[in-house]
């Protein structure tokens, strides 16, 4: 038995790293996916690898910093199957591949900037407001959403996404507090992890992270999508408002 069977599920960045992970680790668990990205070909493909698997996924692909297409998003789970059981919040995009890797707060450029915003935090807070608008109407439903280690704390070369990713902890508590006890809402915060999103950081300070890391290592993207599975689902039933770390110890240094 998974630990999702029959759930709707929802997952955004689905096209590849984190997202991709989740959603095959989702639809292994049993739920029905909605493999959610800007990318129609790679949303399409990781649909196609839940299929293979046995699974059933459906694909939406869109800019979901604009709200209209936040609202279809959801709209569309519910059209096909009724409900929305969970939602994993996990599209993103680092300074490094908006091309300010290495820059410190004042060389930001403000386009660059506003991207950074506009991706990590309101796109997450559009998402979740129609996701907490059907959840409540439902009476239950859980949230997870991807913050970061440098949502937590500073990190050099990283002014919007730090910024964004603070926001999305905020969010994230706030949420919980109000939509308690039917819809849970959580936050996880990955460390380095194995994804086209920390190329840029790996490339420039490759030794100097490693050395940070008490594993060691780069996570894996099915590390961190193991986390934000469990959030997902009834085994989780008590966590509300956190922000769990999977990071390797990082934060314990």
């Not at 694909?59 to 994993?88: H, N, P, Y």
Request: aromatic residues 6%; charged residues 20%.
């Amino acid at each position: 038995m998974g630990m999702l069977d029959g759930k709707v599920i929802a997952v955004t960045g689905g096209a590849g790293g984190i997202g991709r992970a989740a959603c095959l680790l989702a639809a292994r668990e049993g739920a029905r996916v909605v493999v959610a990205d800007l990318s129609p070909q790679g949303a399409n493909e990781t649909a196609e690898l839940v299929r293979g698997a046995g699974g059933e996924a459906l694909v939406f692909a869109g800019d979901l910093t604009q709200a209209a297409t936040a609202d279809a998003l959801v709209a569309k789970a519910v059209e096909k199957w009724s409900r929305l059981d969970g939602a994993f919040n996990n599209a993103g995009v680092s300074g490094g591949q908006l091309g300010q890797g290495g820059r410190r707060v004042a060389d930001w450029d403000e386009d660059a900037f506003d991207r950074a915003v506009a991706v990590n935090l309101k796109a997450v807070w559009l998402c979740m407001r129609a996701e907490l608008k059907q959840m409540a109407a439902q009476g239950f439903g859980s949230i997870v959403n991807t913050a970061s280690l440098a949502g937590l704390t500073g990190f050099k070369s990283t002014a919007g996404y730090a910024a964004a990713k603070h926001g999305v902890i905020g969010l994230t508590k706030t949420a919980a507090i109000e939509y308690a006890p039917a819809v849970r809402v959580n936050a996880v915060c990955p460390g380095y992890t194995n994804t086209d999103l920390m190329k840029d950081a790996f490339a420039r300070a490759g030794d100097a992270i490693l050395s940070r890391i008490p594993f060691n290592a780069l996570a894996e993207p099915q590390q961190i999508a193991e986390m934000a599975v469990w959030l997902l689902s009834d085994r989780a039933a008590y966590a509300a408002g956190g922000a769990f770390t999977v990071d390797g110890g990082y934060m314990a240094g």
